[in-house]
T-cell receptor, first 113, second 113 residues
């Protein structure tokens, strides 16, 4: 079945550092890809998404490009802030009947001042 | 719009007790989902619904039941609570296609002792 593998955490960075969180996927067909963010004590919020190959999703300085050839959707940000501390989940939308989201295990990011 | 709302926020159950987790959305979404999130893991799908009167099992349905009598509501029932059901439960909804964003509720933290 479909699956998502993302970089194990936790990741600790200093403010203004460059962030990359790797995400690769296995899927039949052409799924939509998502990054969700979970702040402490809250539910998941959509950060960005891409629905077809070579699409770039972007939001709040974060970017990710849908790479079909490498089956990847790596999350990047040029300069992280303390407020970016959260858990980040990569996910794909299953193309079967439920079209549920299949999630990676999550990567906890801590940004220190 | 309130989005996706869940009640209660927290609950402690004794082994063998029953309870219903409530989920309501006011976005007229067709698809609704129940996920559970265990520590250090991604989210796993329990049940989903593609519209009023239609429900189906996800990856981890054992010990749970659902119903969908209206578009807005999708309650999750635990009949005989077990310690293995200690988790955080998230309800989500989506409008139509797999490209659409899933919107998540704030979660219910359940402990079974």
């Amino acid at each position: 079945g479909d699956s998502v593998t993302q970089m194990e955490g936790p990741v600790t960075l200093s403010e203004e550092a460059f962030l990359t969180i790797n995400c690769t996927y296995t899927a039949t067909g052409y799924p939509s890809l998502f990054w969700y963010v979970q702040y402490p004590g809250e539910g998941l919020q959509l950060l960005l998404k891409a629905t077809k190959a070579d699409d770039k999703g972007s939001n709040k300085g974060f970017e990710a490009t849908y790479r079909k050839e490498t089956t990847s959707f790596h999350l990047e940000k040029g300069s992280v802030q303390v407020s970016d501390s959260a858990v980040y989940f990569c996910a794909l939308s299953d193309q079967g009947g439920s079209e549920k989201l299949v999630f990676g295990k999550g990567t906890k990011l801590t940004v220190n001042p | 719009n309130a989005g996706v709302t869940q009640t209660p926020k927290f609950r402690i159950l004794k082994i063998g007790q029953s309870m219903t987790l409530q989920c309501t959305q006011d976005m007229n979404h067709n698809y609704m989902y129940w996920y559970r999130q265990d520590p250090g893991m991604g989210l796993k799908l329990i049940y989903y619904s593609v519209g009023a009167g239609i429900t189906d099992k996800g990856e981890v349905p054992n010990g749970y039941n659902v119903s969908r009598s209206t578009t807005e509501d999708f309650p999750l029932r635990l009949e005989l609570a077990a310690p293995s059901q200690t988790s955080v439960y998230f309800c989500a909804s989506r409008f139509e296609t797999s490209q659409d964003t899933q919107y998540f509720g704030p979660g219910t933290r359940l402990t079974v002792l």
